[in-house]
């Protein structure tokens, strides 16, 4: 027997009947057939494993332990969309794209936006790797948890390259029976189907993926042009037919009045549902008007997504409690009677400032209506006033730090504890400084952070990096073993190497956020160079202004800094801005104000922003008489046009590659 050929037809067989099985939910053959034809193709993997694949159909029960995941970077950005609240954002949006289409009517495709975890799978004929969103243009390969859910195809019958977004998520009845067993296990409870789809997905066992009964709805064709497919309907009729499991609730809709009829219907459907559900999404139908309707930094603008308003739930506040922030803003909080908003249990909730509390009349024991603004945050909206009976205590802004006890200072309608010795100021600057934006030491969060302070392993961010002394006291701790202090270490390490703008944003200066500090760094280049400049040279960036070039002579004039910055250069941090260098200031783009328009073929246009923005140019979205050259990929619109009327110099994409090699 050719064993290979026999592999192949079982492979075949099972992709089938899964498909059978669990997208048309009407299987051709029993149980113990499928069966039968599983344990056939094991017995054969197992006797030659050269002819096993890592996306055989028998690695679909899970059981890949991984150190970490691998980062992937997306050939297209996954985007996210603008929000509509209500029917005006609706009309809006329905406006604007007539405005740039001139159609009468538009055709809309409305879609139930899934609440659960953005993925992407990419396949040439096999499936080659599903990576999460990540930051939109990086995500994590978790290809061994992904092909754990039986209704994704792991080949599929096309010669060319494919890549298809949309959700995974967990249904609300294997939600259910999760929680049941982690009830019976003493486990902490998920709060709600999309946590627990995202925490399945991102273990590191892939059979704990398989455990979890997940699924995906896939919505998003993403190189259907390349198929010679023009309508967002077409493609996923198309997807439908290479065996993808694609929501059935859609509609193609002849106009905006149509999506709002749909909308309000699923309003009221989508507690019937059997998995969670956000909102609607809806998109112009027609793709070849997307690169003329554009984009936005983040969102496209041929599609928007319907939130659906806040569910508002009552209950009581109990007390007023207060934290202390990096920077020393105190921050009251709200802390709630336990009740469940959107589908997790709120115990508190941010009530930002003494002004936004009196605003709102609260008092301590009040009833009072809570909603997830966004169906994320938590948010006190109003104190129900008929329900007072006496037991009420109005609220007292405290004098004095709750950590420190120094004496508090206002500015503006914040509070701020001034003392550089606060206990509270230095732990939220350590988990600032070790978050993902900043120098994205994995492992280390909030509540590491504070162990780790409490304990005494560190209690400044530079002591970060000597934390390897105490390796063995870590290990003594409750829930901690070799492997993960290992993982933590390396991941401190490896934080050693980062850019100098994430060195920047971690340190915490006042008024310079994630964007700031990547103007800085690729300005001045090395941290000393920053630290030399004067308000004046600061002051002749742009987007710098005198607070912001203030803020930064302050913090580097501040001796604590200084020594604090010198500690980290002996611990060997990089202090140069790696995304550049002096072919930066030769380079051609360098000091030209550049758009890009249309689609680029070599590479996405998030990538093709950052590699210009790396040899000194600036970055725009739209043309004006201040641009100086525009980057035309195929299919542009609007935007070469208005260049062409502005005498503006364009260049296409081959000579835009000659020219940034």
């Not at 039986?150 to 494919?162: E, V, Y």
């Not at 009677?337 to 709102?360: M, W």
């Not at 290990?475 to 401190?492: P, R, T, V």
Request: a negative charge.
């Amino acid at each position: 027997m050719d064993l290979k050929k026999r592999v192949d037809e079982l492979y075949n067989l099972l992709e089938k009947y899964n498909y059978e099985y669990y997208v048309l939910d009407n299987p051709s053959v029993s149980d113990a057939e499928y069966d039968r034809l599983m344990q056939e193709l094991t017995l054969i993997e197992n006797e030659h494993p050269e002819l096993k694949s890592n996306i055989s159909p028998t690695q679909r029960v899970g059981g890949q332990v991984q150190d970490e995941f691998k980062k992937i970077s997306h050939k297209r950005m996954m985007l996210s969309l603008a929000n509509a609240f209500n029917e005006d954002d609706l009309y809006d949006f329905d406006r604007k794209v007539k405005e740039v289409t001139g159609l009468t009517n538009p055709a809309y495709m409305a879609e139930l936006k899934i609440d659960g975890l953005g993925m992407s799978l990419v396949y040439h004929k096999k499936l080659l790797y599903a990576v999460t969103r990540g930051d939109g243009n990086v995500g994590e390969d978790v290809t061994s948890n992904v092909i754990t859910i039986h209704s994704i195809p792991l080949q599929i019958n096309t010669d060319k390259d494919f890549e298809i977004r949309g959700e995974v998520y967990m249904p609300k009845k294997s939600l259910l029976e999760l929680n049941k067993q982690r009830k019976e296990n003493n486990e902490p409870l998920f709060a709600n189907a999309r946590n627990a789809a995202a925490g399945s997905i991102r273990n590191l066992d892939s059979s704990v993926a398989a455990s979890r009964k997940l699924e995906a709805f896939w919505y998003y064709f993403v190189n259907a042009s390349e198929f010679n497919i023009r309508y967002h309907s077409d493609a996923l009729n198309y997807c439908d037919k290479l065996g993808f499991r694609t929501n059935k609730e859609r509609r193609l809709c002849h106009g905006i009045e149509e999506v709002i009829s749909y909308i309000k219907e699923y309003t009221l459907k989508r507690n019937q549902l059997d998995y969670d559900i956000d909102g609607i999404v809806i998109k112009v139908d027609d793709m070849s008007l997307y690169d003329k309707l554009g984009y936005t930094a983040k969102t496209p603008r041929w599609a928007i997504a319907y939130k659906f308003p806040p569910e508002e739930v009552v209950t009581k506040l109990k007390d007023i409690i207060f934290t202390v922030g990096r920077t020393g803003k105190i921050t009251p909080n709200a802390v709630l009677e336990p009740v469940r908003v959107a589908g997790s249990l709120v115990q508190r909730a941010t009530l930002h400032n003494e002004d936004f509390i009196k605003e709102k009349e609260l008092m301590i024991n009040d009833y009072v209506y809570l909603r997830k603004a966004g169906d994320i945050i938590p948010e006190v909206v109003r104190a129900d006033l008929n329900r007072r009976d006496g037991t009420q205590i109005p609220f007292k802004m405290i004098d004095e730090c709750p950590v420190c006890h120094g004496p508090l200072t206002k500015i503006d309608a914040m509070h701020f504890c001034l003392n550089e010795n606060c206990e509270a100021k230095h732990i939220e600057g350590i988990i600032h400084f070790a978050s993902r934006n900043a120098m994205d030491i994995d492992g280390m969060g909030e509540k590491v952070v504070e162990q780790f302070f409490n304990q005494g392993f560190f209690h400044s961010i530079d002591e970060i990096y000597d934390l390897y002394m105490y390796r063995q006291d870590v290990i003594n701790l409750d829930g901690w073993q070799q492997k993960s202090i290992d993982n933590l270490l390396n991941a401190i390490e490896k934080s050693k190497s980062n850019s100098l703008e994430r060195l920047l944003f971690g340190l915490g200066i006042k008024e310079v956020g994630a964007k700031m500090a990547k103007t800085l760094a690729s300005k001045f280049i090395s941290l000393d160079a920053l630290m030399n400049a004067s308000e004046e040279e600061l002051l002749e960036i742009n987007d710098v202004g005198p607070i912001v070039a203030h803020s930064i002579c302050t913090y580097f004039k501040n001796e604590k800094n200084l020594q604090m910055i010198e500690k980290l250069r002996q611990k060997g941090l990089n202090f140069k801005y790696l995304g550049s260098t002096s072919i930066a200031s030769n380079s051609f783009f360098s000091g030209k104000t550049c758009v890009l328009t249309g689609a680029l073929s070599s590479m996405s246009r998030s990538e093709a922003t950052r590699i210009l923005e790396d040899l000194g140019a600036k970055v725009t979205t739209s043309v004006t008489r201040s641009t100086d050259l525009v980057i035309a990929g195929t299919d542009a619109g609007s935007k070469l046009d208005k260049a062409h009327q502005l005498n503006i110099e364009v260049i296409d994409e081959n000579t835009f590659m000659e020219l940034i090699k």
